[in-house]
């Protein structure tokens, strides 16, 4: 079975994290997109440390979809440079894992 692939990002708010993540759920890029409110960023950008609010959005899918939905993301993201981390998954539950990949195409 294909390995799960969870793709970690953040945003300024949560409407537009999840405006992005419904347009990649239906692109079948993801299966679902979790939303957290509520971060507080402490960050170095262009020579300077910076603080801020934002959101982390953590997306689930399957690593075959993982460079097309990094590249949907990147496109989609309103910032500059928008952080996407790849987090493969060791293990995962069989019914979650089969869920993922029926919602993403495979």
């Known amino acids: 079975m ?4 969870l ?15 419904e347009s990649l759920v239906r692109d079948r890029l993801a299966a679902c997109v979790n939303v957290l409110p509520g971060m507080r960023s402490v ?5 300077a440390v910076e603080r ?3 959101v982390v959005a953590i997306l689930k ?3 075959g979809q993982g460079t097309a939905l990094a590249a949907a993301l990147k496109a989609r993201h309103p910032y500059e440079t928008p952080i996407i981390l790849h987090l493969p998954v060791d293990e995962a539950d069989p019914d979650t894992a089969a869920w993922i990949l029926a919602e993403t195409g495979a």
Not at 7 to 21: K, N, P
Not at 43 to 47: P, T
């Open 61 to 63: 899918t399957r690593d």
């Open 7 to 21: 793709v970690y990002t953040t945003f300024a708010d949560a409407e537009t994290a999840l405006a992005v993540g």
């Open 43 to 47: 960050y170095a950008w262009k020579g």
């Open 2 to 5: 294909e390995r799960m692939l």
């Open 52 to 54: 801020g609010a934002e």
